[in-house]
């Protein structure tokens, strides 16, 4: 099997992202296989490949047997020649930089931080600086810069392991959205990554999260059990869906109500990505801010006095971001076994958001 890479292509949708590389697999398919659909060889035969990724290049006209473009459903057999041609991201190269840090706990085996808003948490190829690898890498002392290799998207992603590998330490051992705030327990070796990732796969991690959403929330408590996969309108975003979701399970306590929102606190028994922003958009009660699942504008059909009109669109002015907190995360020390749990309060913003809602509760 041939593997160069011999050409750059730009992508000129998106400036933040490195241009191309366009990856050329040749493969001559031996004597005594058996008849196998295109797609699904490819998928085992190249290294990295996702059967996504192979069907992409399929209907894109780059991948031709003898010399003539086929379809996925297409049987291989013995003698043909297979010529591929992927297009992919180069590596990411992490830049230790000297962000600071809030930082709520440090021994010898795991950091524990509180998360601004507005960080995001691993790198991608929109978000190569910036994210709190790149700022607790320097907190560890690693002053060179460190490659990754690209991963492919897969069609879900899990808060279990996002980024821990033998050539980057910190490990992230779990994840918050760039714009949600909150406690983050971060491992600073492979053993501590080993161990906690358990902790958050076996559900053994106590997460309590703060959430304002739209609406007035009815019952006093509940849960939300609905699967979640990536969204049949946008592939960035999740969604609630009938077919190939992955369980998810929130639960949900009443705070506070207010006359046009909720304050909930939340529990996650899974760790899908958007999980609890997904469930609330799904029950109609989108959290306050939240533009990518209909939060970001008023949400509540239920308001008739501009004074609380004008209080509600304020609101989402306040925050500026989906109005959800980390406040608190209990795990067993990797090392020790001992439980340890931390808490943070509610960042500024949504302090504000309260003070607002508190005032609109005078005027109800």
């Not at 408590?221 to 969604?239: M, Y």
């Not at 989402?316 to 020390?333: K, T, Y």
Request: glycine share 8%; hydrophobic share 40%.
């Amino acid at each position: 099997m041939d593997n160069a890479i011999v050409a750059v292509h730009h992508d000129d949708n998106d400036p933040n992202y490195p241009p191309l590389e366009e990856q050329i697999v040749e493969l001559a398919i031996p004597p005594g296989q058996q008849p196998t659909r295109l797609d699904v060889y490819l998928t085992e035969a190249i290294r990295h490949a996702t059967r996504t990724r192979v069907q992409e290049a399929i209907e894109a006209g780059r991948v031709s047997v003898n010399g003539r473009r086929v379809k996925a459903s297409y049987r291989v057999q013995p003698g043909d020649c297979i010529v591929c041609r992927f297009l992919r991201r180069p590596p990411i190269e992490l830049v230790p930089e000297p962000i600071p840090l809030e930082i709520l706990f440090e021994d010898e085996d795991v950091l524990v931080i509180n998360k601004p808003a507005g960080m995001v948490v691993h790198p991608a190829h929109g978000h190569r600086q910036g994210t709190l690898v790149n700022a607790v890498l320097y907190h560890l002392g690693v002053r060179q810069p460190v490659a990754l290799a690209e991963a492919d998207e897969a069609d879900d992603e899990s808060e279990e392991l996002i980024l821990s590998s033998a050539a980057v330490r910190p490990g992230i051992v779990h994840r918050l959205d760039k714009d949600t705030s909150g406690v983050m327990v971060v491992a600073k070796h492979e053993y501590a990554s080993e161990q906690l990732s358990r902790q958050f796969a076996e559900r053994r991690v106590h997460r309590l999260y703060h959430a304002f959403v739209w609406g007035i929330v009815a019952p006093d408590q509940g849960s939300i059990e609905a699967p979640i996969g990536r969204s049949q309108r946008n592939r960035k975003l999740f969604a609630v869906v009938e077919r190939g979701g992955k369980p998810a399970v929130t639960t949900f306590r009443v705070v506070a109500r207010y006359p046009f929102a909720t304050h909930l606190e939340l529990k996650l028994l899974t760790g899908r990505t958007h999980q609890i922003r997904v469930h609330m958009a799904h029950v109609r009660h989108p959290l306050i801010g939240d533009e990518s699942y209909g939060g970001g504008v008023l949400a509540y059909g239920g308001l008739h006095r501009t004074a609380l009109r004008s209080l509600a669109q304020r609101c989402v002015e306040v925050v500026g971001r989906q109005a959800l907190h980390a406040g608190v995360l209990g795990f067993f020390h990797p090392r020790t076994g001992q439980y340890m749990e931390f808490s943070v309060p509610l960042p500024s913003d949504l302090a504000q958001l309260v003070r607002l809602l508190d005032q609109a509760a005078l005027l109800a």
